[in-house]
């Protein structure tokens, strides 16, 4: 029988179990990334491990998040950074050479190996035909360890793209109207698989625009064929010997089908707080805009930048609108400097930015009071921004543009009667390439101290699974909880390293009580529940939406549903996911109710129904708890790092 492109490259990577949709798969890593908000904790533990040097292919360090220098502590990390990746063999890239998934697209990214980054937007490089995966630190640190990684061997759901995209539409629109069809729940442990005759009219940044946001859909990952299209790109690159062709089989069979047809996509929205909010921009019309933000990784390709450039070449940023630009890479900003195409951003009055993810995590360029934000970016959760009132509205660059020009939500469709005509900007076949912000590492490392400033602490460890869970509801939460309602980025987000004073912020959007309630449960040596709705752990791949609840002596979480890589992270720090039986149970339980789970361990360790008393209603309802074998053992020893050191002795 023929096999998808995920298959393929799934099955050539294979270590543990067999290919069969649903059963958990451990596959050899060839690639690993990380960024310094995730990085510096993701290397802590990486120390830990005591292996001297990295066993993948590539392992690369990126600074890209916590780039706001205020204060020493970024600074700190940063170092740090530096230090391990030239003692274990991994390739730095310095702050201000661009976010990690733009810059391993047009610098390492390879067609067919699998590459495993702790961010959630990794699958960026599935359009230039890898399985890319995006996951927590541990799970990143145990790759680079030689580790294998496990997934639950996903259902590949086909996209057949047909036709081509008409002006002004683009592929943000495109993953939009996914994001229309697939919503951002219930696709857990699936995989888009693109293909069709429009997949060629697709270049390889406009196809990581659509992998990169599948992670709003809730995907495993997304992956585009390699073809001539990623030729011509990894040659411009100056690097066509990174490319082989990748296809699926004529006769692979899917999961299931869709097809879309690029020349009726229109101009679309994802409106607060959800990307999976969609409207068409036509019925946003009007709406006055206070902020555009140009840039993250899903939107800052070279051919993102020069499109608005042209759009706005001779036009003046409307009054009303602060327009911040933030290029996704050092090479991108560099090449639009050279074509003058960055004159004219400036002389529209563009403020900007470092390449770097700024705006997009509400370090910097948060809008005012009740603003208005149009950015290209991928999520618009509630504060996210770092302004709670603002709205954030999710559109193409060229939307975006449109509303530099007018002040207001505008159909970019519109500009042509106002005298602008569609910039149809060809890919470079040879981009600008300047590699001296990555430093290799040494051969001979032997010599390289460790720098740990003061805002480097160890990660605190975990405890093995009590006999019985016995605590309180510290807090009941409803659908699509994310990772951002979980634990703040934004300005919080220089103490990833400080693990004590970052889980201060916990929940901090929802109740700003929670981490002095649960700390006071925790002294008086009880356990914390958290109870969750549906699709629990949206968005990151942030391993500190578990690891403060852990410090914080979060036990157990029993949502509805959860999300793959939040789930991962929770089993990983040794809080066990549970999931109600009945979803009615949901309603019967509230928060401050006294709860106890007994004869856990046991019950984890030989099977049977696992019963949840409600102390204080004098209820009892039934969870499910879905673990294979080997997450049974790490959630019953406290986590990764302890089973990992049981292994090893
Ligand atoms: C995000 O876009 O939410 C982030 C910030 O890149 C996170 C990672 C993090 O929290 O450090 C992600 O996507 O995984
Ligand atoms: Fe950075 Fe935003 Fe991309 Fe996350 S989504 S990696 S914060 S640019």
């Known amino acids: 029988m023929g096999r998808s492109i995920a298959q393929k490259i799934l099955e050539e990577h294979l270590v543990e179990g067999v290919y069969q949709p649903g059963k958990e798969i451990g596959i050899k890593i060839d690639q690993t990334l990380t960024q310094d908000a995730t990085g510096t904790m993701a290397y802590l533990q990486f120390e830990a491990m005591g292996v001297p040097r990295v066993r993948t292919e590539l392992s690369v360090s990126y600074v890209d998040h916590n780039t706001v220098q205020i204060g020493y502590e970024n600074a700190d990390d940063h170092k740090y950074l530096q230090s391990v990746a030239a003692k274990y063999g991994i390739v730095y890239s310095r702050a201000g050479n661009g976010i990690c998934h733009q810059v391993h697209l047009e610098r390492f ?11 959630s937007h990794t699958p960026t490089g599935g359009g230039i035909g ?15 360890a030689g580790g294998l990684f496990y997934l639950a061997c996903p259902k590949v759901i086909r996209v057949n793209l047909h036709g081509n995209l008409k002006p002004w539409v683009a592929a943000k629109d495109v993953v939009l109207k996914m994001l229309e069809l697939f919503t951002t729940k219930g696709n857990v442990g699936c995989i888009f698989e693109y293909g069709g005759e429009g997949v060629s009219t697709l270049s390889v940044p406009e196809r990581a625009t659509i992998t990169n946001m599948g992670a709003e859909c809730g995907v495993t990952t997304s992956v585009f064929p390699s073809d001539e299209t990623t030729w011509a790109f990894l040659k411009a690159q100056g690097r066509e010997q990174d490319w082989v062709e990748i296809k699926a089989d004529e006769d692979a069979k899917y999961e299931k089908e869709i097809d879309i047809d690029l020349s009726e996509i229109v101009p679309l929205a994802a ?3 959800s990307p999976g909010n969609i409207k068409t921009v036509k019925e946003l019309e009007g709406m006055e805009v206070d ?13 993102d930048l020069m499109t608005v450039a042209r759009i706005l070449q001779g036009q003046k940023a409307h009054p009303n609108v602060s327009f911040v630009i933030a290029s996704g890479s050092r090479q991108v900003l560099e ?20 390449s770097a993810c700024g705006f997009c995590i509400g370090n910097s360029q948060s809008p005012r009071t009740d603003a208005v934000s149009i950015r290209t970016s991928n999520r618009n959760f509630l504060g996210r921004s770092g302004t709670k009132s603002a709205q954030a509205y999710l559109t193409s660059p060229e939307t975006a543009a449109a509303a530099v020009i007018t002040g207001k939500m505008t159909d970019p469709r519109n500009l042509e009667e106002m005298g602008i005509a569609y910039p149809d900007v060809e890919m470079p076949e040879k981009y600008y390439i300047d590699d001296s912000m990555f430093i290799l590492p040494p051969r001979h490392p032997e010599g390289i101290e460790i720098y740990r400033g003061p805002n480097i602490g160890n990660p605190p460890s975990s405890s093995p699974m009590p006999d019985t869970i016995s605590g309180e509801i510290t807090i009941k939460v409803g659908d699509k909880i994310t990772t951002d309602h979980i634990i703040p980025a934004g300005s919080k987000m220089k103490y990833r390293s400080n693990v004590p004073k970052y889980s201060e912020f916990l929940f901090e959007i929802v109740d700003p009580t929670f981490h002095d309630r649960a700390k006071a449960i925790q002294d008086s040596g009880k356990h914390n529940i958290i109870v969750g709705g549906l699709s629990y752990g949206q968005g990151s791949s942030r391993e500190h939406a578990a690891l403060c609840p852990m410090y914080l002596g979060v036990k157990a979480v029993i949502a509805k549903s959860l999300e793959r890589i939040h789930l991962a992270n929770l089993i990983n720090f040794g809080i066990i996911p549970l999931t109600f039986k009945n979803d009615t149970d949901y309603d019967g339980i509230e928060q401050g109710d006294e709860i106890e789970i007994p004869r856990i361990r046991a019950i984890i360790q030989q099977g049977g129904a696992l ?8 209820t009892e309802f039934e969870v499910e708890y879905n673990l294979s074998d080997r997450q049974r053992e790490i959630v019953l020893v406290g986590g990764t790092l302890a089973y990992m050191k049981g292994q090893a002795s």
Not at 130 to 140: C, E, F, R
Not at 292 to 303: A, E, I, P, R
Not at 611 to 618: A, E, L, M, P
């Open 109 to 119: 990214g390879r067609p067919g190996k699998t590459l495993l980054g702790s961010d």
């Open 611 to 618: 019963i949840v008393k409600n102390k204080t209603k004098g």
């Open 335 to 354: 090449n639009i400097a050279r074509e003058g195409a960055l004159a004219d951003l400036i002389s529209t009055g563009a403020r900007i930015a470092e």
């Open 130 to 144: 890898m399985i890319a995966v995006g996951a927590g630190g541990l799970d990143v640190a145990v790759a680079m």
């Open 291 to 303: 902020q555009v933000c140009l840039g993250s990784c899903t939107n800052s390709s070279y051919k």
């Open 271 to 273: 409106y607060p707080h």
